[in-house]
C-alpha cells in the first residue's frame, strides 16, 4: 500500500484515536459494503484502553519487539521475492511454515535437513536482508484419530525440531491437536462441555490416554535436541483453545509447552487481550504471538451467538465474527494496549502478522497491519 507507506509520519495521537468500525468501513468501498454488518464499537469486553495497566505490578523497561509475518500469505512469492517485499514494509522477522496445514512454500524441509550446509546457506538470505528466522511453524494434528494423518503430522513436528536445531531456531509453533472421543472414531471429536456425562467421559479419554501421553513424549524430544518451546495456538476444534486448558496442558506436559498468542481466536471468546498477556505473561507462558484482529457485527451476535464465524466474505452478512487486519476490528487504542502489555510481562518472542482477512487481499492485509503495528510500537518506545 503505497499510501500507507508515504503517510508514514502521521500525527500518531490523530492516529490512534481511529476506530477499528471506522477502519473497516474505509477497507470496503461503498458497492461492496452493503450486507456486511456493522463492526463492534472499540475497546469490547470491558478493556479500558486509556489506561489497560491500571492497578497492575511496576512494567518492565519496555523493550522493541520485532515485527514478523507468517510466511503463507506470501505462498506465491519465491523466498527471495518474499524477503524483498518483507524488507520494503520495514519487517524485521519472519515465522516460516515447515509443512502440514500451513504447507512450506519457503522451506524445502527434507532438502534442507539431508544437507546442514544447505540449511544454514537458506537461513543466511534471511539473516542477510536483517529478517531472521524467528519461528517455525508445524501446525498440525498428530493425535488425530486417523493413524495415517497422525504419523504424517508427527512426522513434521520431528523434521521441524531437528531443522530448529540446525538452524538454532528455539521456538516452533503448531496446535495441540485432537484426537477422537473413543478409541473407535474416526474423526476427531472437539468438546468443550462436559454434559450429558458420557462427553465428560469422552473428554477425560481424550487428556489422559491421548493428548498429555503424546506431547510428553514430544516434548521430550524436543528437548532431546534443543527445543525447548512449544508453542501451541489457543484455536477453536483443537484441545487447547483457550489459556485454560493450554495451562492445563503445561502442568501435565511441563514448562516446554506455551502459547502462541493469537488473540484473534480470544476476542470472540469474550477475553480480555490484556487480561490474557499478563496471566499467560505471569507464569512465562508466552513463546509467539501471531497479530490478528477480529470483528464482531453485535446483531448477529446478538440473533445467533458468538459460535456463528465466517471466513469467506460472502458469509460475513449472516456471520457474527470474522477475522481482520491488525487495527480493521479493534481500533489502535486497543493494539497498542496489547503491544504495551507485551512489553510490560518481557515477551521475548516477534509480533508475526497472519492475514486471513477476507476483505483485505493477503499482502495487503500484511501491509495495514504492520502499518498500525509500527505505529503504536513507535508511540510505546517513545514513552506515550
Known sequence: MKSGRKNANIDRRSFLTTTGASLLAAAVPAATNAGVPAATPAGPFGVSVSNPASA????APRHKIPIGVFDPVYDKLSLDEMLETMKSLGLEAVEIGTGNYPNNPHCPIDELL????????WKKKSDAKGIPVGTMSFHCNPVHPDAAHANKDAETFKKTVCLAEILDVKVIVGFSGTPGGTPQDTQPNWITYRWPPEYGQMLDWQWKEKLIPYWKEAAKFARSHGVKRLAFEMHPNFCVYNPRTLMTLREAVGEEIGANCDLSHLFWQGCDPVEVIHFLGKH????????KDTVLFPDNVAKYGVLNFGSEKEELPE???TFR????????SLWKSVVKSYMDVGY?????????????PGPLGVERAAWVLKNVRAELLAGD
Open 319 to 321: 456471520a457474527s465474527a
Open 325 to 332: 487486519a491488525v487495527g480493521y476490528g479493534h481500533s489502535a
Open 114 to 121: 539431508e544437507d546442514k550446509a544447505k540449511a544454514k546457506a
Open 284 to 291: 512465562n507462558a508466552i513463546f509467539h504471538a501471531h497479530m
Open 56 to 59: 497492575r505490578a511496576k512494567a
Open 348 to 360: 521475548e518472542g516477534i509480533l508475526s502478522i497472519e492475514n486471513e482477512d477476507p476483505i483485505l
